[in-house]
């Protein structure tokens, strides 16, 4: 019986392979997933050496020994060999040319002939090519159901690149370059056979090197599981990782959640799933911790004693325009509350983290989610917008949408107050308003700070000492700014106060173009980074705050209050604000 023993080592080793009885493996990476137990560190497990005797029949491994001069760590508990590799494993990580020190990453959207794949996953792949961002070998892939050839894949990717960064001469050159790297393979989302004919595709281009691959589910939440499945099985990296990264919506309410989050983890490990929030990606949320944590004027403010409210407002000026078939199903609460808005409270909120390592801040992140109160329905308002006639031209209402539903009661708007119940933020009301057809197009983050003590200024404000607040003013979009709102004596020989702003606008201040949200998102994901990526639990305790209201709504039929296309939304919003002697920061743009 022939034999031949193998000797396994981290990367920092050798990577050389020689001779037909004795070759060193470099990928470490498999046997820290498929043979180390998952208690052991990364950092442990790379200062093994694993003798595995490879055998006709399958694989048995010798214990594992420290490396010597490295220091010693508890004992891998027995049988830690649970899975063994099988023959077949081995012979393919053999036939990996390590000796070229070098991988490749596969990126594969799956779902390529959908909107969110043209206008944003392939312009965002471009841009981080235009950049030098991406490896030295990469390959993308396209998969969907549509039959399509490589050239065609081309010529719709196409369409919607363009080199925004500094349209430079080359521009035409580039996109030429990185559409060679696009390729197209058509097949069903739960065919194991389809993935597996893709898996071969992907070796072709992969020439022997190390592989990496990344799965972008660009698809609907009812056939994640299905493509997951598949392509775990079919379609995974043998040696190097393999990451998906999965769009939003992450189900309905805390069950579907927990039940897609328990079958995503029947075929991957934690660390495989990117769940992904764009709006973590914009430029003034990456901001949120380097303005706190790094500027003394502020860490010291960003507690109850000193602030008196914060307002997290979305709002968009235009209604469903089509989409109202998904939009129906989840509404503005799911749709961009419980987790767009929910998750930049999280990062405002959160107390300092012990590093800027992504464990370390999601863990603050969920210490904020789980002190928060759950959402009761009368700190809740919702609307929808109705036709509206202005200026000669007519918008549809909500129900007139050919997409949605006749008598639909779902909100296209929804104002809610939420409370953190911890020493830093308790009695602080966090308001949030998200809606579509309103007046105007923004995303921001408001902070209003308290009156002055004694303030020797009251007379010159009247009655009105709102307008004597200082307010920090956090613009995510569009044109992104950061304002601090100061009294101000006006020139001259009176005392006059005046309201300005200390304004950072980052169009005049910095020349480079702002990136897309996705192509920090994309870039992170090839990373490793994991920080504004969203973590089971912590979605586990957004689903909490949110579900029990959304049950609620949903039961009881509640009907919306009716606003005009293109109004400011529903009056009801403002009683909420003025319960808590809140009022919007936004109503005086």
């Given at each position: 019986?022939?034999?031949?023993?193998y000797?396994?080592?981290?990367?920092?080793?050798?990577?050389?392979?020689?001779?037909?009885?004795?070759?060193r493996?470099?990928?470490s990476?498999?046997?820290?997933?498929?043979?180390?137990?998952?208690?052991?560190?990364?950092?442990?497990?790379?200062?093994?050496?694993?003798?595995?005797?490879?055998?006709?029949?399958?694989?048995?491994?010798?214990?594992?020994?420290?490396?010597?001069?490295?220091?010693?760590?508890?004992?891998?508990?027995?049988?830690?060999?649970?899975?063994?590799?099988?023959?077949?494993?081995?012979?393919?990580?053999?036939?990996?040319?390590?000796?070229k020190?070098?991988?490749?990453?596969?990126?594969?959207?799956?779902?390529?002939?959908?909107?969110?794949?043209?206008?944003?996953?392939f312009?965002?792949?471009?841009?981080?090519?235009?950049?030098?961002?991406?490896?030295?070998?990469?390959?993308?892939?396209?998969?969907?159901?549509?039959?399509?050839?490589?050239?065609?894949?081309r010529?719709?990717?196409?369409?919607?690149?363009?080199?925004?960064?500094?349209?430079?001469?080359?521009?035409?050159?580039?996109?030429?370059?990185f559409?060679?790297?696009?390729?197209?393979?058509?097949?069903?989302?739960d065919?194991?056979?389809?993935f597996?004919?893709?898996?071969?595709?992907?070796?072709?281009?992969?020439?022997?090197?190390?592989?990496?691959?990344?799965f972008y589910?660009?698809?609907?939440?009812?056939?994640?599981?299905?493509?997951?499945?598949?392509?775990?099985?079919?379609?995974?990296?043998?040696?190097?990782?393999?990451?998906?990264?999965?769009?939003?919506?992450?189900?309905?309410?805390?069950?579907?959640?927990a039940?897609?989050?328990?079958a995503?983890?029947q075929?991957?490990?934690?660390?495989?799933?990117?769940r992904?929030?764009?709006?973590?990606?914009?430029?003034?949320?990456?901001?949120?911790?380097?303005?706190?944590f790094?500027?003394?004027i502020?860490?010291?403010?960003?507690?109850?004693?000193y602030?008196?409210?914060?307002?997290?407002?979305?709002?968009?000026?235009?209604?469903?325009?089509?989409?109202?078939?998904?939009?129906?199903?989840?509404?503005?609460?799911?749709?961009?509350?419980?987790?767009?808005?929910?998750?930049i409270?999280?990062?405002?909120?959160?107390?300092?983290?012990?590093?800027l390592?992504?464990?370390?801040?999601?863990?603050?992140?969920?210490?904020?989610?789980?002190?928060?109160?759950?959402?009761?329905?009368?700190?809740?308002?919702?609307?929808?917008?109705?036709?509206?006639?202005?200026?000669?031209?007519?918008?549809?209402?909500?129900?007139?949408?050919?997409?949605?539903p006749?008598?639909?009661?779902?909100?296209?708007?929804?104002?809610?107050?939420?409370?953190?119940?911890?020493?830093?933020?308790?009695?602080?009301p966090?308001?949030?308003?998200?809606?579509k057809a309103?007046?105007?197009?923004?995303?921001?983050i408001?902070v209003?700070?308290?009156?002055?003590?004694?303030?020797?200024?009251?007379?010159?404000?009247?009655?009105?000492l709102?307008?004597?607040?200082?307010?920090?003013?956090?613009?995510?979009?569009?044109?992104?700014?950061?304002?601090?709102?100061?009294?101000?004596?006006?020139?001259?020989?009176?005392?006059?106060?005046?309201?300005?702003?200390?304004n950072?606008?980052?169009?005049a201040?910095?020349?480079?173009?702002?990136?897309?949200?996705?192509?920090?998102?994309?870039?992170?994901?090839?990373?490793?980074?994991?920080?504004?990526?969203?973590?089971?639990?912590?979605?586990?305790?957004?689903?909490?705050?949110?579900?029990?209201?959304?049950?609620?709504l949903?039961?009881?039929?509640?009907?919306?209050?009716?606003?005009?296309?293109?109004?400011?939304?529903?009056?009801?919003?403002?009683?909420?604000?003025?319960?808590?002697?809140v009022?919007?920061?936004?109503?005086?743009?």
């Open positions: 019986m022939a034999t031949h023993s000797s396994i080592l981290p990367s920092s080793s050798s990577s050389s392979i020689h001779g037909q009885n004795h070759q493996l470099n990928f990476s498999y046997i820290a997933k498929r043979v180390l137990p998952a208690k052991v560190s990364f950092h442990s497990r790379r200062n093994y050496h694993l003798n595995v005797v490879l055998m006709q029949d399958g694989a048995v491994a010798t214990p594992a020994t420290p490396v010597e001069n490295e220091t010693p760590f508890k004992k891998l508990r027995d049988g830690f060999l649970s899975s063994v590799p099988s023959t077949q494993e081995f012979k393919e990580a053999a036939s990996f040319d390590v000796s020190d070098e991988s490749t990453v596969s990126i594969t959207v799956v779902g390529a002939s959908g909107d969110l794949a043209k206008k944003k996953i312009p965002a792949l471009f841009a981080l090519y235009y950049e030098g961002c991406l490896p030295k070998h990469f390959t993308i892939f396209g998969y969907a159901r549509s039959k399509m050839t490589d050239a065609e894949l010529n719709m990717v196409s369409k919607t690149l363009a080199c925004r960064i500094d349209k430079r001469e080359n521009c035409g050159e580039k996109i030429d370059q559409l060679k790297r696009c390729f197209y393979h058509s097949g069903q989302y065919s194991q056979e389809n597996a004919e893709l898996d071969k595709k992907l070796k072709e281009h992969e020439g022997g090197r190390v592989s990496n691959r990344l589910l660009s698809i609907p939440p009812n056939i994640f599981i299905d493509a997951v499945k598949c392509t775990s099985s079919s379609a995974s990296s043998g040696i190097g990782w393999t990451r998906v990264i999965v769009e939003k919506p992450f189900g309905r309410d805390s069950d579907s959640s039940a897609l989050t328990k995503l983890k075929y991957l490990e934690e660390d495989q799933i990117f992904i929030d764009h709006y973590l990606g914009k430029e003034l949320v990456e901001n949120l911790s380097v303005l706190r790094s500027n003394l502020f860490e010291p403010l960003w507690s109850r004693q602030i008196r409210n914060v307002q997290l407002i979305f709002s968009e000026d235009f209604g469903t325009e089509g989409r109202g078939g998904y939009f129906d199903n989840y509404g503005i609460l799911r749709d961009i509350m419980q987790n767009h808005l929910l998750q409270l999280a990062l405002f909120a959160m107390e300092t983290p012990v590093s390592d992504a464990e370390d801040i999601r863990n603050e992140k969920v210490k904020v989610l789980r002190s928060m109160r759950p959402l009761q329905l009368e700190d809740v308002v919702v609307g929808q917008y109705k036709s509206h006639t202005k200026g000669g031209v007519t918008y549809p209402a909500y129900i007139d949408d050919n997409t949605v006749k008598g639909s009661l779902t909100p296209t708007f929804a104002a809610a107050a939420l409370f953190i119940d911890n020493a830093r933020w308790d009695g602080v966090f308001l949030m308003k998200a809606g309103l007046h105007k197009k923004r995303a921001e408001r209003q700070f308290r009156h002055v003590p004694g303030n020797l200024y009251n007379q010159n404000f009247e009655t009105d709102d307008q004597a607040t200082n307010e920090l003013i956090i613009r995510v979009q569009p044109d992104e700014a950061i304002d601090l709102k100061i009294n101000n004596k006006v020139p001259g020989l009176g005392m006059r106060l005046d309201h300005s702003n200390l950072l606008h980052y169009a201040r910095y020349s480079k173009e702002i990136p897309d949200a996705y192509e920090r998102l994309l870039l992170d994901a090839i990373e490793g980074e994991r920080r504004l990526f969203i973590r089971s639990d912590e979605l586990d305790a957004a689903w909490a705050l949110f579900t029990p209201v959304l049950k609620e949903e039961e009881k039929n509640i009907i919306p209050e009716y606003y005009p296309y293109g109004s400011r939304g529903p009056v009801g919003a403002h009683y909420l604000a003025a319960r808590y002697n009022r919007w920061g936004d109503l005086g743009i």
